[in-house]
């Protein structure tokens, strides 16, 4: 199996036109935040302003408008009981800080079968599709870019199989190549080494740390993805070099705060200085 590099990466991230605008940077929506639950809408729109996503709208619930506003006035919220044109975004994300009630499902349902562009699906977005056959069919024929980012208890509930806290570092591969096999997209399959695959191949990721096994790390992580899509990066090279940045963000927080101290956050703010490595 390839180990995922910075020479790699750096074939996938190329520095930005002098004449670009924000449009051209790409506009990407994403799905985050239940009610009350601002945190992940906001770390997934972080980490997508780290990447250079040029317009990111948040479509949440409205009582999380203040909280979004106060931390990331570069985002734009969207009523989530709103009617809006999808199909103008070059990207969408899905699943973080959702929950998995009837309201996911029904916007999951409804990106699946109306959007065409590159899509993201994790967290919860993730969590409804293992108990929905219409969704995994939707998911199966769906003609976009789509990348699907479970850690190892979604990807065993996707899948139908038992779980007891870890897979073998032995198993992660074929539990890769499963996922590639039933959906037909690409997989992360996050842990400590991440495996990025798609049915061009499995790669694995060897950097990031312990100290990114923290709360909302996954939802960064969604939004830097989220944000390569939008820039028309093929789905296999947006989400290896979103899990490349995003594990080098991670080092970079853990030379700062070390690993008992970092958070998600600051995974987040180092993604700029990840890429800033790749792309002086």
Known sequence: MKVLDRDMVGEIL???????????????????????????AILAANGALRSGAGLVRIRTHRENFSAINARLPEAICVDIDEKIDIEKFDAIGIG?????????????????????GSLVIDADGLNVVSGSSVLKSLIKGYPGNLVLTPHEGEAARLLGIEYSGRFMENEREGICERLIEEFGCTIVLKGSHSLIGSPNGIIENKIGNPGMATGGSGDVLTGIVTAFLGKGIAADEAARAGVYVHARGGD???????????????????????????IP
Request: proline fraction near 3%; charged fraction near 25%; hydrophobic fraction near 40%.
């Open 252 to 278: 970079m927080a853990r030379e700062k705060f070390g690993s008992y101290g970092m958070k998600a956050g600051d995974i987040a703010d180092c993604v700029a200085f990840a890429i800033k490595e790749i």
């Open 96 to 116: 973080p800080g959702m929950g998995t009630g009837g309201l996911t499902k029904s916007e999951l349902e409804g990106i699946l079968r109306e959007y065409k």
């Open 14 to 40: 190329l520095p930005l036109e002098e004449n670009i605008s924000k449009r051209d940077a790409g506009s990407i929506l994403l799905v985050a935040g239940g009610n009350n639950m601002a945190g992940a």
